[in-house]
């Protein structure tokens, strides 16, 4: 079997490393268009099931990590001179460039055949010069694959880009372990992703929204140029912002410019044409954002699974169609899964900025480890942490459990954070407040309740209900009809409808940018599952109450 790979990063170095071994017989060959010590990026991190994984296929990351990696347990969150740590999260990093070295070598080792500096377009695979060609070309070219955008349209690929801003430094201040930093400039706010990736050098990745990106003067660079030149404006501009946060140690740069981070998904990841089967591995078929899940990570997991496939298929067109259906059934769940953790977490990075104005740094913390992840599974993994943002609760609350605090509405008190819908109203302790569509100049519309019954143009005390988009695409509109509903002089906000993460975002943005006192409607659940997202709701702060239908 003849097999080319498409990108020598990690995925494609390891692919091709494991099929060499898997069989000697098969021709293995790398292209790779730049130099051997050539890599974009500082470090790359991984958990310690993935490490257990990919140790188990080949111990060439392990040996890297254990002889020149950094390995940390808590992560932290550092805001306004407070530092919260979260543990429970067994992680390692190593240098990008020292992880290509070892791969590298092992694959020289194995009889893989690497070619550096030898940029190829795929047609050029399809039709090698030998007039042989390949039996199978695994696409390990990144996230602008030249081989998914030859077969469009049978990959079906799509991508999404995010709105926040980030840029890829390295510093030479030594980060304990992954480390999250927010600091407020003149311009806006900017948060730092820190980790160690041994040698003295620490990975120093920084968010932020496009409006503070602008004010700040930092989108002068041309991204247009090749690859190569950093922007020397915003390293200086960020060495300043972060100097007491760092004990003004300097930002390394390579090839560190802004980008939007952009989810690539794709409808199937593998393909015939003639002779030559394509299979798409790592960002080629699948991005997912680095807060959650390293794109090397999944590449390296996605190798070994395509190779295990193959080795337990035979070599003929037929065996390898069915080891590629193999591999993509066996890896697309296990992606999806992490794709979908990451979409509310890179959320997260795009409004942190309302958060860190609005709430105190304990909350906030909690309001970051919770953006995936409910209390229970927090408490999982360090009830320490948990139990430490429920006494900062009681202080300033004089309560104990979040979902029995009490809260005024409309001048009334509340007893508790649960509360009844019915018949298009909110069942308070002081009485039913009518949830009301915001008017406008809108036509009239039927509330959001099931009767028909009509609302009264101007109750004493009148609620609003916003619905929530089915996707992000349509959030503005709902922030309209927030600030209009409370124009209107609505004394509390519902927000349903549309998807979790939406209506949790509608629900965020009225409390803390409109300052509404604001009701997160829950899909029915059982009593365990509704009061441990409600409780994380309201113990984040991205809302106020909880509602239920009966």
Not at 73 to 87: H, K, M, N, T
Not at 172 to 190: A, K, M, N, R, W
Request: net charge negative; glycine share 12%; hydrophobic share 40%.
């Amino acid at each position: 079997m003849r097999i080319a790979v498409l990108g020598g990063g990690p995925g494609g170095l390891l692919a091709a490393l494991l099929a060499k071994r898997g069989d000697p017989g098969r021709e293995v060959t790398v292209f790779e268009r730049n130099r051997p010590g050539d890599t974009f990026g500082f470090g790359v991190v991984f958990s310690d099931a993935t490490l257990d994984g990919i140790d188990a296929a080949d111990p060439v990351l392990r040996r890297a990590l254990i002889e020149h990696g950094v390995h940390w347990d808590p992560i932290e969150v550092r805001l306004r001179g407070e530092r919260w740590r979260f543990g429970g999260n067994g992680m390692a990093a190593v240098a990008r460039r020292t992880l290509l070295s070892q791969l590298q070598q092992r694959a020289a080792e194995a009889g893989v055949d690497l070619r550096f500096s030898a940029p190829v377009r795929p047609g050029d695979l399809l039709s090698a010069d030998d007039g042989v060609g390949y039996d199978l070309i695994v696409a390990a070219d990144g996230a602008n694959s030249q081989m998914r955008a030859r077969f469009a349209e049978a990959f079906g690929p799509s991508v999404v880009t995010a709105t926040a801003k980030f840029i890829w430094f390295g510093t030479t201040y030594p980060f304990g372990g992954l480390t999250f930093v927010h600091e407020q400039g003149p311009h806006g706010v900017f948060a730092v992703h820190g980790y160690p990736i041994g040698n003295g050098v620490s990975t120093f990745i920084v968010e932020t929204d496009e409006r503070s990106w602008r004010e700040a003067g930092l989108d002068g660079f041309d991204a247009g140029q090749p690859p190569g030149p950093s922007d020397q404006v915003t390293q200086a501009y960020l060495e300043k912002l972060f100097a007491t946060q760092i004990d003004g140690c300097p930002l390394l740069v390579n090839n560190s410019r802004w980008g939007n981070f952009r989810t690539w998904r794709t409808q199937r990841w593998r393909h015939r044409t003639g002779r030559t089967a394509v299979a798409l591995l790592g960002d080629a078929a699948h991005t997912a954002h680095f807060s959650v899940g390293s794109g090397t990570k999944m590449a390296m997991e996605d190798a070994i699974a395509l190779v295990q496939a193959l080795d337990a298929a035979g070599p003929g067109p037929d065996d390898v169609d069915a080891a590629l259906a193999e591999y993509e059934a066996a890896r697309r769940p296990q992606v999806t899964r992490i794709q979908d953790a990451a979409r509310p977490s890179l959320s997260w990075w795009e409004h942190f900025g309302r958060s860190y104005r609005s709430l105190p740094p304990w909350q906030f913390a909690f309001h970051f480890f919770s953006r995936s992840l409910p209390e229970s599974k927090l408490r999982q993994r360090d009830p320490r942490f948990v139990d430490a943002v429920h006494r900062a609760w009681r202080h300033t609350h004089g309560r104990e459990d979040p979902l029995r605090t009490p809260v005024t509405i409309a001048g009334q008190p509340q007893p508790d954070r649960v509360v009844t819908l019915e018949d298009g109203a909110a069942r308070l302790a002081a009485g039913r407040i009518p949830l009301c569509l915001p008017r406008g100049d809108d036509p009239p519309q039927t509330p959001p309740a099931p009767g028909g019954k009509s609302f009264p143009p101007d109750p004493l005390d009148r609620g609003a209900w916003v619905s929530a988009p089915d996707t992000e695409a349509g959030l503005d509109r709902a922030d309209h009809e927030v600030a209009r509903a409370l124009a209107e002089g609505a004394c509390l906000v519902a927000v349903g409808g549309g998807t979790a993460l939406t209506r949790r975002l509608v629900c965020e943005a009225a409390r803390l940018d409109h300052g509404a006192v604001t009701l997160l409607v829950e899909d029915g659940s059982e009593d365990g599952v509704f009061e441990d997202r409600a409780r994380t709701a309201i113990l984040s702060g991205r809302t106020d109450l909880i509602g239920r239908r009966p």
